[in-house]
């Protein structure tokens, strides 16, 4: 009889979409083919999104009138008992404080005390993270970067961590259809620098739109497009380029749909994560895939995913951030050989390696 794998998607949202959401669904889709000698069982909250999986696979609504802190902690443990469950994976760091199954968590990224955004050590998400790292039976984590700061964080816990990279979308690809730039107000035949992701204070999004202002007036047709949701008040995000020649060109488009998200990068000039805390770099992948190049802060898990298929600059610094800009933007040789290393090194990822090695750690821990 074949181990029943239970995999918590009740992180799922109806729109948008976030990378970790991606990272789950595509985690659903791709398993049952990467371990067929297991079964899944993909555990929803009913009214919530429903992954689309393939045979035997089956997705199981587990009902309840309960918010999901209290659906996970009353609903979920009596589905894992009734539908003979033998492991729990939630593929974030949110797992029930008591089950009769060993529980696998994925921890995204540990965000360090005193960096902006940090919540306290009293969060409600510190402590379910807290929880996480005691009680999981193995813990998978996206990158060496966060491997190392959850053992900073819990030193015990080392044995128990497996690194597990991302994939990548197959229709990520450096050739596409033409952006339809007229929904993201981006005019025709202008270069854009692009920023993908949640725009919120930890991911600086500042650095970039200050370096930015600083190159407005040097290249006249510049524009900067921010995608992505904004959590962060929009005066304080164009605070930098107000009154300057930049300010009608910092476009905040809110969060790009899926189907536009390689174009987008496409006709990128290139992408631009300034982030002083990631967990992995999705976008910075799906960018390299496109063959665009790619400028990071330096941060561990931004440098460990790019490589020498980027650029870095010093965190936090907008001159040198404009400066890195400048380089990429003056010599065409760099961008071009920068974007083919992007090519190349994305072609390691795949959301099939991924479940794969998921699968390993189900069978390590049955």
Excluded at 14 to 29: I, K, M
Excluded at 213 to 237: K, N
Excluded at 289 to 313: E, M, Y
């Amino acid at each position: 009889m074949s181990a029943v794998i239970g995999l918590d998607l009740s992180c799922l949202e109806a729109t948008p979409e976030t990378g970790v959401e991606r990272y789950a669904r595509r985690l659903a889709e791709h398993l049952p083919e990467a371990a067929p000698h297991m079964q899944f069982l993909i555990l929803t909250r009913p009214g919530r999104p429903v992954p689309v999986v393939s045979e035997p696979a089956r997705v199981v609504p587990v009902p309840s009138i309960l918010p999901r802190l209290g659906w996970r902690e009353t609903a979920l443990p009596r589905a894992l008992k009734r539908l003979g469950i033998s492991l729990l994976h939630a593929p974030v760091a949110a797992i029930p404080l008591r089950a009769a199954v060993p529980r696998i968590a994925t921890v995204h990224d540990v965000p360090a005390w005193g960096e902006p955004g940090f919540e306290g050590r009293l969060s409600r998400n510190r402590l379910r993270l807290f929880h996480a790292v005691r009680a999981a039976k193995r813990i998978i984590v996206p990158s060496s970067a966060t491997r190392a700061s959850l053992i900073e964080l819990e030193p015990r816990c080392e044995p128990r961590i497996r690194v597990i990279h991302h994939g990548v979308d197959p229709d990520f690809r450096p050739k596409g259809i033409a952006l339809k730039r007229s929904r993201y107000s981006i005019p025709d035949g202008v270069p854009y620098l692009l920023w993908v992701g949640t725009v919120r204070q930890r991911k600086d999004p500042l650095v970039l739109i200050r370096a930015f202002a600083s190159l407005a007036e040097t290249y006249g047709d510049l524009h900067c497009v921010v995608c992505g949701d904004a959590r962060m008040d929009e005066a304080t995000l164009r605070a930098p380029v107000a009154g300057t020649p930049a300010e009608g060109r910092l476009l905040l488009t809110g969060y790009a749909a899926r189907e536009d998200l390689p174009d987008l990068y496409r006709e990128a000039a290139c992408l631009v994560l300034p982030s002083r805390i990631e967990g992995f770099g999705l976008p910075a992948l799906e960018a390299m895939a496109c063959g665009r190049p790619v400028i990071t802060s330096q941060d561990p898990a931004l440098k460990d995913l790019v490589g020498d298929a980027g650029l870095s600059f010093r965190t936090g610094d907008a001159t040198d951030l404009a400066e890195t800009i400048t380089t990429l933007l003056e010599d065409d040789g760099q961008a071009e050989a920068l974007a083919a290393c992007a090519r190349a090194r994305a072609a390691g990822y795949s959301w099939g390696a991924c479940a794969r090695a998921h699968a390993d750690v189900y069978d390590e821990l049955l």
